[in-house]
Nanobody, 121 residues
């Protein structure tokens, strides 16, 4: 059972940057896909980015070129570097994990953190 804890969310001005971190309770095994999702008020949870054990990444179209997902297996940590932030990026950001191939579909993920709030004004 993987436990995930996010951190790094805060309020920033448009155009600014933030780095979110997600610490996993156990070693990020080779079969584990790690993902970042977000949910704005009144909207469905949407996939932002994911990374597999080969460090292959997938991004949602509206964050491509602005956000970067990475992982440090030695620290059991996954990061989301967010640059050129826009007000529409405001949401609660969640870290998630699943075994098997990577997707940006929230329903495919089995393990979730509690989220961290990002507010861009």
């Amino acid at each position: 059972h993987v436990q995930l804890v996010e951190s790094g969310g805060e309020s920033v001005q448009a155009g600014g940057s933030l780095r979110l971190s997600c610490e996993a309770s156990e070693f990020i095994y080779s079969s584990l896909c790690m993902g970042w999702f977000r949910q704005a008020p009144g909207k469905e949870r949407e996939g932002v980015a994911c990374i597999d054990s080969d460090a292959d990444t997938t991004y949602a179209e509206d964050v491509l070129g602005r956000f970067t997902i990475s992982q440090n297996n030695a620290k059991n940590t996954v990061y989301l570097q967010m640059n050129s932030l826009k007000p529409e990026d405001t949401a609660v950001y969640y870290c998630a994990a699943k075994y098997g191939g990577c997707t940006l579909h929230a329903t495919d993920f089995n393990y979730w953190g509690r989220g961290t709030q990002v507010t861009v004004s």
